[in-house]
């Protein structure tokens, strides 16, 4: 079957650098997508990789290594607003469905 | 602009009770249209995904349906509530292609008691 595995919990500083990474066990992905979902909110949309190297957007920048099933969301500058939940999501190819990581907690501290 | 619109925000039914959510996109035609639910503090789980007017995919074997009976328009459904059914309901919206950025409804926190 199709899973991506996320740390669950990660905490880091205002200002800096947080590496969230995302391991999945299936082949059958176009790509990869990354959501933030704050508490009691609905998830958006924050980057997609189709491509193995790194898209950055901003303060956000996420990277995908198809050969070693690989991937992960850079923040950089953390802000206590990043506080949040973040999931990678696999696009199933020959389907319109995402498939969903696990999710992991970030916590920005001060 | 496109928008999604969710409702109730909030639901507390008893179990057995029949549930009917429903989710309306404005702004866009042709989308692909999906239900998830999401368990406290888990990811989101997949429910049902529609390419076009009465064409449903169903991917969890459970005790809810959905259907389209009009192109932006959503409902998913029960006859008979379970506790497990408890949980935060999301719909979403994506063009047909790319279907990899999805645009989230506010959400129904469900609460079967």
């Known amino acids: 079957g199709q899973s991506l595995e996320q740390p669950s919990e990660v905490t880091a500083v205002e200002g800096a650098i947080v590496q969230i990474n995302c391991t999945y066990q299936t082949s059958g992905f176009y790509g990869l997508s990354w959501y933030q979902q704050h508490d009691g909110g609905a998830p958006t949309f924050l980057s997609y990789n189709a491509l193995d190297g790194l898209e950055e957007t901003g303060r956000f920048s996420s990277f995908l290594s198809r050969s070693d099933s690989y991937g992960y969301l850079l923040l950089q500058e953390l802000q206590m607003k990043d506080s949040a939940s973040y999931f990678c999501a696999g696009l199933l190819r020959a389907t319109n469905k995402l498939i969903f990581g696990t999710g992991t907690l970030l916590a920005v501290q001060p | 602009s496109q928008t999604i619109h969710q409702w109730p925000a909030t639901l507390v039914q008893p179990v057995g009770s029949p549930l009917s959510l429903e989710c309306t996109v404005e702004?866009?035609?042709?989308?692909?249209l999906y239900w998830y639910r999401q368990a406290a503090g888990r990811g989101l789980q997949l429910l049902f995904y529609s390419v076009g007017i009465g064409q449903i995919s169903s991917e969890v074997p459970q005790n809810l349906s959905a259907s389209r009976p009009q192109d932006r328009q959503f409902i998913l459904s029960s006859k008979k509530l379970l506790l497990s059914d408890s949980g935060f309901y999301l719909c979403?919206?994506?063009?047909?292609?790319?279907?990899?950025?999805?645009?989230f409804g506010p959400g129904t926190r469900l609460t079967v008691t």
């Open positions: 702004g866009t035609s042709n989308p692909n």
């Open positions: 979403a919206w994506s063009h047909r292609i790319p279907a990899y950025e999805q645009y």
